[in-house]
């Protein structure tokens, strides 16, 4: 069993080693280093893993720009790399890095040694002691992987032991257990990690979890409860196959289901996954725990109405706690409860006549298997309530020009219920001036454009030059926290843009006239 005195459980974040190992994902040294720079004094993980010795040039470059930035902060001892059993090369790789720490993979089982490596046990052993004896003797500090360790610790225990006993004489930060595979269950992680504990008690465990059997977060408990002082995570769960223990889920089970707690700020949980689903051009499943867009959103008008009358569907899974907010959903299971909070959230009060009527339109809607989102509510009481139509701004004409040698430049003409402004923009691309010259043509409108934080552009497969394009474009009022997105369709990529945010506009105005903020 843990020591009583063992609280605080250390983190060590793999998301730029193998969550890097996720098909299709790689990272410029620019990335690694923000990446770094957020785990580090944003979420405030204790370590991070940063790269693998002698893969590439780039890997090089990343991994110094990552060590530069952290010896001047004084963080250095919080970045690892992984290095290999030869002899000096690995360690020569990481001093040119500018590192400071090498875990060093070992092989942690027989089947693993003989059938990759082609050499015996006791060989393996001696290669070990090479390297660690050459790391050492540079100022390195040594923590041990054992790869493969799972199974061979249950094939061949002997194997493991005899490696542990060989590091004993050597002053090893740290035993890193790899479930390599993702073979182990809970009640086998607790075993195989109290065997450890028991037979080498002055030494630190981390544990390294593997997803293959959805099992990632779960065995992190178990191998903690069983005396683990560290575990290994991933932004988003990135790693290979099933990935590795997602860091936003083990971090908040610790904090809820354990005697233990971790250094992690949990209201940069939400911000660094967006980081990383940006750069590595992997998003999140809707429904992933903490994280998902849907995980804090109510869809029953049930939950919605036990939510005013007093919390009544509230968890310690707070959204405020990830620096996140609730949503109620609005569709066929929606009740008189979700219209309310959304209408709060838009400052907008109706009469009860007025709000059953939209709420029928609501769900009408929902049998249609349409969902409606908080920004479309604008529109649905415009065309219920036969308030003036949806399209109260228009984007009559536009012209951008991009060349080689010149800014792009825009120009634009916009209407407003009557009125028309015009206006032209430079911008850094053809969309970017496009939004400068729209946002001061309807400045006389009082229509203040949102941030905008996603844009996205989906072509149909087939290669066609002539299919449709559609362009979504996520914005966001970081003062009034009220996010949405918009869509366009067009045969042209530019036009779909210009239709995606022409809708945000009249999204704008309607919120506008909702609040009595129309220009006179």
């Known amino acids: 069993m843990p020591s009583k005195k063992q609280k605080t459980i250390s983190v060590m974040d793999t998301t730029l080693r193998d969550g890097e190992q996720t098909p299709g994902v790689s990272y410029t040294p620019s990335e690694k280093l923000h990446m770094s720079r957020l785990l580090l004094t944003d979420v405030n993980v204790d370590r991070v893993e940063i790269a693998s010795a002698r893969v590439s040039e780039g890997e090089l470059e990343g991994a110094l ?37 090498i875990n060093l993979l070992a092989k942690g089982s027989e089947h693993h040694c003989q ?82 504990v028991a037979g080498w008690p002055n030494t630190q465990f981390d544990y390294h979890g593997h997803n293959d059997y959805g099992f990632a977060t779960a065995n992190s408990i178990a191998a903690i409860q ?16 099933a990935g590795n223990t997602s860091l936003a889920e083990i971090v908040t089970a610790i904090a809820d289901h354990t005697d233990y707690k971790t250094n992690i700020n949990e209201s940069r949980l939400a911000s660094i996954s967006a980081v990383v689903e940006t750069f590595s051009g992997k998003n999140i499943a809707e429904n992933s725990p903490i994280l998902g867009n849907d995980v804090f959103t109510q869809t029953a008008g049930i939950h919605a109405d036990g939510d005013a009358k007093g919390n009544l569907y509230a968890t310690s899974l707070s959204p405020d706690r990830f620096g996140r907010e609730r949503r109620y959903a609005l569709g066929k299971l929606s009740g008189k409860a979700s219209l309310d909070h959304n209408l709060d959230k838009l400052g907008i009060n109706l009469s009860d006549t007025n709000r059953n009527k939209v709420l029928g339109r609501i769900i009408e809607l929902g049998d249609k298997k349409h969902t409606v989102v908080p920004e479309d509510l604008l529109m649905i009481i415009a065309d219920v ?92 009022d970081p003062k009034k926290r009220f996010s949405f997105f918009t869509v366009g369709v067009d045969s042209d990529q530019t036009a779909a843009a210009v239709i995606a945010t022409e809708k945000m506009l009249n999204i704008v105005a309607h919120k506008n006239n909702a609040l009595g903020r129309a220009p006179k």
């Open 115 to 196: 059938q990759q490596l082609g050499i015996t046990a006791q060989k393996h052993r001696e290669r070990i002691c090479q390297t660690i004896d050459y790391a050492l003797s540079k100022d390195l500090q040594v923590n041990i992987y054992l790869e493969d360790w799972s199974n061979g610790v249950r094939d061949k225990y002997s194997y493991v032991s005899d490696i542990l006993d060989e590091l004993q004489k050597f002053p090893i930060s740290r035993i890193l257990l790899a479930d390599t595979l993702g073979v182990l269950s809970p009640d086998k992680v607790r075993r195989l990690i109290s065997l450890m």
């Open 385 to 476: 309530l036969k308030t003036p139509a949806e399209h109260l701004v228009k984007i009559d004409s536009y012209k951008i020009n991009v060349s080689s040698d010149e800014a792009p430049e825009a120009t634009v003409s916009v209407s407003y219920q009557g009125r028309t402004s015009f206006s032209s923009a430079t911008g850094e691309g053809g969309y970017d001036a496009f939004v400068k010259a729209v946002k001061e043509a309807v400045l006389e409108y009082d229509i203040q454009i949102p941030q905008l934080t996603d844009y996205r552009v989906r072509i149909p497969p087939g290669g066609r030059t002539e299919a449709l394009v559609e362009t979504l474009i996520r914005w966001n």
């Open 65 to 101: 720009r990552v060590t530069d930035w952290a010896r001047q902060e004084g963080l250095i001892e919080r970045i690892e790399m992984l290095g290999f059993c030869d002899g000096e090369r690995s360690v020569d790789w990481i001093l040119r890095a500018g590192g400071s720490c």
């Open 226 to 241: 069983s005396g683990a002082t560290g575990i290994h995570t991933s932004v988003n769960g990135l790693g290979e196959r």
